[in-house]
């Protein structure tokens, strides 16, 4: 029985290695054609690492030949199966560009989508691929709006949305967080919430967002020197009406009354005491002349 086991094991690693060396063979000195049909069955018997090696060697010699489009096809397909996602959409991007009647253009200008959508890091990281992704959702969703996909590539759209949303307002609130710090961070907070709300109507941020746009004003009022108080409080209190008109029940509306208070006292004090030195300086005037 151990004789029969050895021998079993013998032979599995006979075959490997004769396997090996057969690929090898093919990969440094196989004919093109012999080149082709070896990534083909090695693609179709998903080892898909080995069988990009080989479309590698053989497509600049099909380039423009019918095989062309099932090489580019293959490509892509073996990229994503081996998890390397930007390539993937890149090359199903391409395969859907370059064959426009192929019966495969659909699902590969779904695939790259979905590929750069895999390939999008968390919300904190760089947004190229993200914003690659939800462009390419975009478009698939305007050129076949009655595909069988179309539920699916809407969620995904959404759930891309979403993660740029979520940067945008972290970003935001960070400038808003550090303003302590650097008074210049007031402003940086103040146009990113306005950036956040006009780039994403209807966004799942919006109260929030809103809240911390006046926070931000109001916060940077209270900072600020005398002669730029009363500008700078106006501008508050449009963000206040804004958090009010919008969200009028909102969970932030008592806090939002409070600072609406300070605001006002803030820019009736200023006011004052612009009126006292304006007057200062009048007299100041009146006296040099006489």
């Given at each position: 029985m151990q004789k029969i086991k050895n021998l079993a094991c013998l032979?599995?690693?006979s075959l490997v290695l004769f396997s090996c060396g057969e690929y090898q063979k093919v990969l440094n000195k196989g004919s093109v054609e012999e080149q082709y049909k070896m990534a083909v069955k090695l693609y179709e018997s998903k080892k898909y690492s080995k069988a990009l090696r080989l479309f590698e060697k053989v497509t600049p010699t099909y380039r423009g030949k019918p095989q062309m489009e099932r090489i580019q096809y293959m490509v892509?397909?073996?990229n994503f199966n081996e998890k390397d996602y930007s390539i993937s959409g890149y090359y199903f991007d391409r395969f859907a560009k370059n064959y426009p009647k192929s019966s495969k253009k659909e699902e590969a200008a779904f695939l790259s989508a979905y590929s750069y959508k895999l390939a999008s890091p968390v919300y904190s990281k760089d947004p190229t691929?993200?914003?690659k992704a939800l462009e390419a959702f975009q478009s698939f969703i305007n050129d076949y709006p009655d595909s069988d996909k179309i539920e699916e590539a809407n969620q995904h759209y959404k759930d891309l949305r979403y993660?740029?949303?979520k940067k945008y307002f972290e970003i935001a609130k960070t400038y808003?967080?550090?303003?302590?710090y650097d008074m210049r961070n007031y402003k940086a907070a103040i146009q990113a919430f306005d950036n956040l709300l006009a780039d994403y109507l209807g966004s799942e941020f919006k109260e929030e967002a809103?809240?911390?746009?006046?926070k931000?004003?109001?916060d940077f009022v209270l900072k600020s020197t005398i002669r730029r108080k009363p500008e700078r409080v106006d501008d508050a209190v449009r963000a206040y009406e804004k958090?009010?008109?919008n969200f009028p029940k909102s969970k932030f509306m008592e806090e939002a009354n409070t600072m609406l208070v300070t605001l006002k006292e803030e820019k009736k004090v200023a006011e004052e005491l612009i009126a006292k030195q304006l007057e200062f300086q009048k007299k100041q005037k009146e006296t040099i002349i006489k």
């Open positions: 032979l599995i690693v892509a397909q073996s691929e993200t914003i993660k740029l949303q808003y967080r550090t303003a302590d809103l809240f911390y746009r006046l931000a004003a109001h958090l009010e008109r």
